[in-house]
Every structure is written in structure tokens, then in C-alpha cells.
């Protein structure tokens, strides 16, 4: 995003549980700041070293410890990158439970550490529910292992889920065992443009209905999202004509022509109810790719002309695409948006999963401006928290959101906070000055 | 289960989270013990007032708060009766998440304070991925307000998941949002009969493979279970014959004849594999009723001589049943089972949930007989720490287990925890004594 800028004197990376928590420890000793660092993948700055922190990078721990083919469950380091699971678990017939654009990159220690949601969540759940177990190391050196890989365990408070979404402020998670569920025989994309947000709730609705068990995925992109993409890449579109809306839908099931026949009854139906005004089925895997690559590859046609302003929002689904329509008036209506140099702003757009009511709202710029900003902030999370939605759906608080939690989080909540963040890292050393 | 007698000179039923609040405030203020009750059908003595505790009762705060019918987002108050819930969502086409036996007497508030697992865990998921919410009301009389209806939410640590299997030690639960799945058009149970605990096994995994996304149960009962059910109830059994194992599989799905044609291949195949001996497919409502009464049953008619010894464990698969043969074993060279009145045990049975690898090992007695005790603790709970299980599965710790949790969690597990409770707890109000 070019928004944070590093600045550290040491990067260490450690090979062990055991390495990581003498770096801790002396870390802890001496009152040295420390900054777990990922895939760096992360878009609030989390593991950004913003001031002088010591940075941990967990690269070298990317062993898979463990799979058990009968359960479904992985034990891996943290440093694992997020595809090389998934690769291993398809050779086993096993998905990985999570799936993100950043998939090449990111490290599943630090998805965990974020809570990340991704394109996936509406069908195999959040992190909370999956992960089993994490080992983590304290501030102080203590190495909390509760690695569990059993489904159920009622023994005692479910500590490991403060360090889900934690990101990196009590501890630094270590290991990771997660369930995985069975990879699906048969997988299928359509792809539909229409006319209003209207008719994409109903075609939400629809698939709900009528998809049910077999639903994977339901995003949602603006006209605007996939005229920057066409802009950006040249490619020929899915659809003839232009739509105000386009919408992904996955199916993955276990029987082909189950879902293949579950999958026409619901284009029929929402071409016959005229829900979409167009839509295509992709007929093979690359056309599946294709399809996802005007979902997945608008991030970074965005990027295309500078920076952009990223917001990562929930948004109770009837008003989700409002927020959107109300950031772009008020650009224009300041002069900010248009085609030439002189205005800062390219254009305005919204994204996102519409099955977990989260949208990415997206100002794509020629240069950072801070009376773009201005109009932006604090205008979003107002916009946001008079709705009871969230400032950040999935991708953490980080430094980006720090000054911003209590739009989303009352004041009890935010001192409960404190409290745990003081009881596990009184020296103030892991990520100081990020998160609340 | 006759284990835990209550002693208490007050019982307060507070009717909002106002009363509870003032409720804890003035037993904080005044250094009185309290214990949150619910729909006391817990099995661990967790919401027993087992020495002068103060009752609070949350049977009046049984209110349907909310429900959204695009998200299938769910908020009640925690006096909330499961079944009430369920009846409430079916006529939406919804279901809650969460089913066990105890559904007409439970609360929704005791069943994520425990961390209630039960029947449907395999397709659902478990409580840490389905709440979204949860309003509680700390020991010193703070509202936590919590009740988050966002799928999607990474704003700071995850602290109402303290609260989910919490036990009602560091605060009362007094409202619950959670996300609940659409409820499926087609249900079918099938009822099988097996040789020995390897064909189980690969029963389960040809249920996964094959059923995938419908399967909706995996259920285990032994033979003993079963003779005992018949016993008792001297109804008609399932299927001609006796069998070592029996199993009882259900699929939910959104396409009736789709369901059914998975459901008869699996069959084709099991049968024809001979993994299994015989078995018997629902016909109707009242058949599938009735096949699940042969597994929902056993609990009730085990306490049909006297008193049960009841053990709910997660183990490994491949050993899930070996605790069970190991226990009978001992008993029975230790003389202490048989059919006249002279011995104390009748029967030593295993059943639960096999997609969970959770074991529910019941030891029915005519009456509660230290021998039988000695001979059982810790036996069962070293047997579990030896294979790195879990002493409490779904159940909970409560009074029962507070004393055996090392066998299941470490010191710096149990440190942590003791953190946790002294933070929210300070002056060890809350259900004192249990838990931890």
C-alpha cells in the first residue's frame, strides 16, 4: 500500500520453538521491542517495524509436523506458507479451510495471528471454529503449548483463541493444528452480471436456497472494480455489455452431476426470474481461473495507478453497498475523482464477500493526498459504526485502525482488551503502539 | 446422576441483564459466592450450589431477541430453552447449530458457557465458530456488551471466546448472538450394524468420502448399550440379530432425490464391501424417530438400576473403543460386574460422537460403590493422558473434573488459566471452588 515504511536495525529468524523463545526472553530482559513478521502480506501494518522494533521473522519455521488422513487434521509451524499446505492436504484429498488472494505468500502463523476471513468462510467457517490448537510463545519466553489436534476438548478456558486475531501483541504463534475438511470431487464457477444491488441480494438469497450445502463462495464486484481491471490487464471480459454489478459464484461438492444439475435449477431460475441480466459457467479449469482472476486480480490493478485507500468492512448486507455509492458522491461532490492527472482520485469501487456481509471498499489514487484522506476518515468509520458494522472484517486493527477502535468497540470492551494485553506483555515489547 | 446435592438458602431469577448485573454487583461488594444455572441438565456439578452458593436462576431471560432472515443471524436472551430456539427457526427454514439430548430442558445460555458439543458438531461446527456474540455480566457487576451480529469481526482480541466453556467462573452469560445454517428440505438416518470397531472405522471414512457434504451425524453405540436400551425398554430392535457395534449415520441436504442416491451408493458399497453386517434405511419422520431413539435413549436407561459413572472423552480414532474393552476388562476381573444384586455394576457400555472421536463411556451401577470408583479413578483419566486425549470432551470440567485437568492440560496451560480467573474474578465470587 506504500502507506508504512520500516525501520529496524535487526531481523532475526529463528529455526525453533526453542529459538523463539530465547529471543523473547531476551527481548523481554532488556526491554527490546519485537515485531513478529509473516508473508508480510498483512495491509494495516501490523508487521511493519514502524519505529526501531526488532523484527522475527518466522520464515525458516515452514516444516509440516504432522497429518492425520483419517481426522483431517494439520500440525504445521507457523512460518508454513498457506499454499504449500494446501498443496500438501490436495495430494491427500484434504482443502485447506482457508483461501486468500495473498495465498503464495502469506504464512498460516500469521493468518491465525489475524483472524484472516477470506473467500472460503461462508462454507468451512472462521478460524475460531477450525484451528484445534496453537503453540505460541509468551513475551517472556514461556512456550504455551496447546497443540491439541482433538475436535472437542472442554478442559479450562480456550486461551489460544486470544491469539487468534491477536496480531502478534501477546505472543508469537509457533505451531498450528487445524481441521480440514475433505477436498470436494467436483467444483464449479458462474459468473453473472446484474442490474442493481437489489437483485444481488436476491441472487444471494437464491444460491442460500437453492445451492445450500454446496455454496463455496458468493463474491460480489462493482461495474467500476472490473472497469479498472479491463483498463488495467486488456483482457477480453466474461460477459458481452457492461453490468452495474457482477457476481462469482463457487459450488464444490462431492458429486458432479449432483451439483451440475443443483447448478442449472439455479440459473434457471434466476434467468427466468430475470434476478441476473447475463451470466456465463466456466467449462473447464482454466476457464474456473479466468473466471476467478476478475475477482482475485483487482487488488492489484488497483495499485496500477499509485496507492489505495483500503477499507475492509462489515456492513449489514441490505446497506453494504451504500457505503460505496456514498464515498464516490463525496469525492465528486469535492472535485476529487477524475480521468486526468490534476485529480487525485481514479476511481471509487466495492468488493468483497458478500456471503460474510464484508466489503472492501477500495479508492484507487494517483497519490496519496491528504485532503483525499480527509473526506475518507473519520467519514467511513462513522458511516460504519451508526450501522453497527465493523471497521476492519478481516484484516485486523494493525496501525492503520489503532486510532479508530472505538467506532466498532464500546469502551468496556476496549479496557477489557487492555487488560490482556498487560497481563501477558507487561514490558509493552511485542508490537508496541499497534492495535488498541 | 446422584452425585451432586445442592445447598443453597437463596435462589434469585433475574429478569434482565439490569438485575443481573445488580445481582453481582452486590454479591461482589459483599463477598457472597453465586452460581449461574441454566437448564441444570449439566453432568459435572458445574451449576450445583454445592456449598451455600447463591443461585441465580436465568429461566426468566428467555426471550427470542432477534432474528435475520437474509443472514440467518440469531440473538436470544441466554434463559433461552434449545428446543424453543430450534421450533422458533424451523418455521424460518433455519436451524440452531447445536443439538444434544437434552434440548427440552437445556438453555442456550448454559450450552455456551459449557461449550455444548452434541449431535451435529461433524457438519456445524463447533461454538467458537458459531457464536458471534455474547453479552455477559462480569463478578463486579460490568455489562459486557459483546453482542456482535457480524460474521466477520478483527477488531481486537477475541474475549467473549473466554466465555464459551467458561462455566459460568468469570461471569454470567446473559445474551447470545449465533449464526445459524439454513435448515436442510431432505433428512434421511440409516441404522447399521457391525462386526468389530475396524469396520467402524471404515465405515467412517467411507461416510466421509461418499456422503461428504450431507453427512450430518456419525453416531456409535456398542452392543452392551444397545442390550441395555432393550432392557429397559423392551422395544423392537432396528435390526434381526445382535451385532458387536452398531452405527447410526444421518445426511441433511437440500435435494431429496440427490441425498437419496448418495445414500444408496454409500450403501451398495458398505454392504457390498461387507464393512457392514446389516442395516436399515428410515422410511418415514416417524421410523428416523425412532431409529434415533436408539441412540438418544441410552443415557436415560442407564440410570435405570441406580447410578452411572459417566466419562465423555476425546481420544485418537483408532484406540476410541479400546478404553472401553480396558475398562470392562477390569472391572470384571476385579469381580465387580454382573447380574444379580451382589455386584454393583450392571454393565460397562461406550457410544458418542465417532465424527468427533468423542467417546461417552458409561459404567451403569446399582448403586455408587467406592471399589468401583478406586477401580475407575484415576485409571481412566491416566489411560487418556497417556495418549494425549481429553478428560472432558463436551461436558466440561465443573466439580467432577477440577481435580483430574492435569491429566489433560499442562502446568503453564493451567497457569495461564489461573490468570485468567483471577483477572475477571478477584475475589473468587463465581462458582467457587470447580473449574480450575
Known sequence: MRKYKGHTKLVV????????????????????????QGGNSGLVGGS????DEIVINMSRMNKIRDFDEVSGTL?????????????????KNYIFPLDLGAKGSCQIGGNVATNAGGLRLLRYGSLHGNVL??????????VMDDLSR??????????????IGG?????????????CPQRSKAGNVAFFGLENFEKVQQAFRAAKGQLSEILSAFELMDGQSQDLVHRVTDKKRPLEGQHPFYCLIETSGSNPD???????????????????????????????????????????????????????????????????DDTRERLTSAGLIGDDEKHPVVG????????????????????????????????????IAKRNGSISAEHGLGLAKKAFIEYSRSKTMIRLMKQIKELYDPNGIMNPYKYI
Open 150 to 163: 482433538l475436535r472437542k476438548n472442554n478442559t479450562g478456558y480456550d486461551i489460544k483463541q486470544l491469539f
Open 13 to 36: 529468524k529463528p529455526g525453533s520453538t526453542e529459538e523463539v523463545s530465547k529471543v523473547l526472553k531476551y527481548c523481554n530482559d532488556n526491554m527490546l521491542a519485537a515485531v513478529p
Open 348 to 383: 471509487v469501487v466495492g468488493y468483497g464477500h458478500m456471503g460474510d456481509s464484508n466489503l472492501h471498499l477500495n479508492v484507487a489514487t494517483r497519490r496519496f493526498d491528504k485532503e483525499v484522506e480527509n473526506k475518507l476518515e473519520p467519514f467511513v468509520y462513522e458511516w
Open 133 to 142: 490448537g496453537i503453540e505460541a510463545v509468551l513475551p517472556d519466553g514461556t
Open 75 to 91: 500440525v504445521v509451524d507457523a512460518g508454513c506458507i498457506l499454499e504449500v499446505a494446501d498443496h500438501f492436504l490436495a495430494e
Open 167 to 179: 496480531e502478534g501483541t501477546i505472543g508469537i504463534i509457533t505451531g498450528v493444528s487445524i481441521q
Open 258 to 324: 449432483h451439483d451440475s444439475e443443483k447448478l442449472e435449477s439455479f440459473l434457471e431460475n434466476v434467468m427466468g426470474e430475470e434476478i441476473v441480466s447475463d451470466g456465463v459457467l466456466a467449462q473447464d479449469e482454466t476457464q474456473i481461473q479466468s473466471l476467478w482472476s476478475w475477482r482475485e486480480g483487482i487488488p492489484e490493478c488497483l495499485g496500477h495507478w499509485g496507492g489505495v485507500y483500503k477499507y475492509d468492512l462489515s456492513i449489514p448486507l441490505p446497506e453494504l453497498y451504500k457505503l460505496v
Open 48 to 51: 511493519v517495524p514502524v519505529f
